[in-house]
């Protein structure tokens, strides 16, 4: 069936639309009219059916879609994988619970610049209601983050840890093998941040508060070396934005 059908859904930006489930051991998926993916092509793309549109499974591989059909129901199509083997930045983040609307604009950026991976910690000095928030416990940060990826036009899919502890995302990392690793601790002894020549990073940021002795204590055992992002001082958001920089 030919045509175009208007939604009043607000439409998001996306230079790739990617897919989990959606897509059979065949190639041949359906995107129901519920998915924002759904409005991208008809009323942004302005495609019917025989186009091809930029599509990837989160996680997997990029590839071209092409539209079999087109119903108020949803759009069929098939799919054919390009590029597989993805692979992100070699750098990870930790990081203090933050505000739900703070994390919003990390999660994103995380997506946008493809950074492999970041744990968000408890702190002691973080609000301990953010941690139980919908937005970490229900899933809504993975959308988000979803979604940084499509702005991107990548497929690759960081990880998200959802630590219980501190020191659960403390043996996170030691499980990684990570040798270059630093803490973000505003301190006149310490270099700038700088991107090392060889090697995985992992890069510690705590909440605008900082960090109490026994949590410094704690990274510099496990080999962070500490390491600032210049003379002023930044919100949490901000300084996860900016630190990762060096390594795009």
Not at 158 to 173: D, I, R
């Amino acid at each position: 069936m030919n045509g175009r059908f208007q939604s009043c859904k607000t439409l998001k930006a996306m230079n790739i639309i990617l897919f989990e489930n959606e897509i059979d051991e065949f190639g041949n998926g359906v995107i129901p009219s519920s998915m924002h993916a759904y409005d991208h092509i008809l009323n942004v793309l302005r495609s019917s059916e025989g186009d091809e549109f930029k599509c990837g499974i989160w996680g997997r591989s990029r590839g071209i879609g092409v539209i079999k059909s087109v119903s108020e129901a949803g759009i069929d199509f098939s799919y054919r994988e390009n590029d597989v083997g993805l692979s992100g930045l070699e750098l990870y983040l930790m990081m203090s619970y933050i505000r739900p609307i703070c994390a919003r604009r990390v999660m994103r950026f995380i997506g946008e610049a493809a950074v492999s991976g970041i744990v968000f910690v408890p702190t002691a000095l973080t609000e301990k209601s953010y941690m139980n928030s919908s937005f970490y416990t229900k899933g809504e940060c993975i959308e988000i983050l979803k979604q940084g990826c499509e702005i991107s036009g990548g497929a690759f899919r960081p990880e998200v840890v959802l630590a219980k502890s501190f020191s659960e995302g403390l043996e996170y990392f030691d499980d990684k093998g990570i040798a270059n690793r630093y803490l973000l601790e505003k301190s006149d002894s310490s270099e700038k941040l700088h991107r090392p020549e060889f090697g995985a990073s992992v890069l510690a940021i705590g909440c605008e508060r900082g960090w109490v002795k026994d949590e410094v204590s704690a990274f510099l055992d496990r080999g962070f070396v500490i390491r600032n992002l210049g003379k002023r001082i930044l919100r949490s958001e901000e300084s996860a934005i900016v630190s990762v920089f060096p390594w795009l």
